[in-house]
């Protein structure tokens, strides 16, 4: 079980990883530099990190390293920056890391992936680092989604599904209707998934739907109770 989520504060990935434990009711905290400074503006107070004794983003990088017990970083096709330092200073500390390449992964995958690396780490605290917001505009929506579900595939996986406390049922990003949930879907599909999908065999439909099925459970809200879209999926049939 995922006992604290900490982040460096900064737009796009640090930010999302602390709205997932925020909305989860999981612990955050972090570290950040000195005035909370992040490229929007100082970090809303709302936001349980502490701040350095100085403004360089390097020694905050090297503080949530050291008070986590793992690291998930996530990039497109390159870790640059941020992202680099963070990885070197892991391996620097030996401390374990999970570099998940969002360009090779689709989010169902990439939380498969760091399912297994918390777990084969015993990782309760976990450091999430990443592109900021405007090095990688839709890195925000990507680690929320794969982090959400992280926490569900994890719950899961100890028969503990709904120890989760899902508040979100009237969430707007859950889709209302069968046509809402498959244009949310097909939103999520990056062109390969969707292209391999396009060149499936009829009878290897089913196989894709038991394959996908904890996550079209997460995504669309149905384990939340999302009445609204069982209606609307069934009542479509």
Same mark, same amino acid.
Not at 128 to 146: E, F, L, M, N, W
Not at 198 to 220: G, V
């Given at each position: 079980?995922?006992?604290?989520?900490?982040?460096?504060?900064?737009?796009?990935?640090?930010?999302?990883?602390?709205?997932?434990?925020?909305?989860?009711?999981?612990?955050?905290?972090?570290?950040?530099?000195?005035?909370?400074?992040?490229?929007?503006?100082?970090?809303? %107070?709302?936001?349980?990190?502490?701040?350095?004794?100085?403004?360089?983003?390097?020694?905050?990088?090297?503080?949530?390293?050291?008070?986590?017990?793992? &690291?998930?970083?996530?990039?497109?096709?390159?870790? &640059?920056?941020? %992202?680099?330092?963070?990885?070197?200073? +892991?391996?620097?500390?030996?401390?374990?890391?999970?570099?998940?390449?969002?360009?090779?992964?689709?989010?169902?995958?990439?939380?498969?992936?760091?399912? %297994?690396?918390?777990?084969?780490?015993?990782?309760?605290?976990?450091?999430? +680092?990443?592109?900021?917001? %405007?090095?990688?505009?839709?890195?925000?929506?990507? &680690?929320?989604?794969?982090?959400?579900?992280?926490?569900?595939?994890?719950?899961?996986?100890?028969?503990?599904?709904? +120890?989760?406390?899902?508040?979100?049922?009237?969430?707007?990003?859950?889709?209302?209707?069968?046509?809402?949930?498959?244009?949310?879907?097909?939103?999520?599909?990056?062109?390969?998934?969707? &292209?391999?999908? +396009?060149?499936?065999?009829?009878?290897?439909?089913?196989?894709?739907?038991?394959?996908?099925?904890?996550?079209?459970?997460?995504?669309?809200?149905?384990?939340?109770?999302?009445?609204?879209?069982?209606?609307?999926?069934?009542?479509?049939?």
């Amino acid at each position: 079980m995922i006992d604290k989520i900490i982040s460096g504060g900064q737009t796009g990935a640090d930010q999302a990883a602390l709205d997932v434990a925020v909305k989860y009711n999981i612990a955050h905290g972090g570290w950040i530099p000195k005035g909370r400074i992040t490229e929007a503006g100082p970090l809303p %107070s709302r936001y349980r990190l502490h701040q350095m004794r100085t403004t360089d983003y390097r020694d905050r990088t090297r503080q949530n390293v050291l008070d986590s017990q793992g &690291t998930v970083i996530f990039f497109r096709n390159h870790l &640059t920056g941020g %992202s680099r330092l963070t990885r070197d200073v +892991a391996k620097s500390m030996r401390k374990p890391f999970c570099a998940v390449n969002l360009l090779d992964n689709d989010p169902f995958e990439s939380a498969v992936i760091l399912q %297994s690396f918390v777990q084969e780490n015993n990782i309760r605290i976990v450091n999430v +680092a990443g592109p900021r917001a %405007s090095h990688d505009p839709g890195i925000y929506v990507d &680690t929320k989604i794969i982090l959400e579900t992280l926490l569900y595939l994890v719950h899961l996986d100890q028969g503990n599904a709904f +120890a989760i406390p899902f508040t979100c049922c009237t969430d707007p990003a859950f889709p209302d209707t069968c046509d809402a949930a498959v244009h949310l879907l097909e939103q999520d599909l990056p062109l390969k998934e969707k &292209t391999d999908i +396009a060149r499936l065999d009829d009878t290897k439909i089913m196989d894709l739907y038991f394959s996908w099925l904890d996550y079209l459970r997460y995504r669309l809200g149905l384990d939340a109770g999302n009445p609204l879209c069982w209606y609307g999926c069934f009542s479509s049939r």
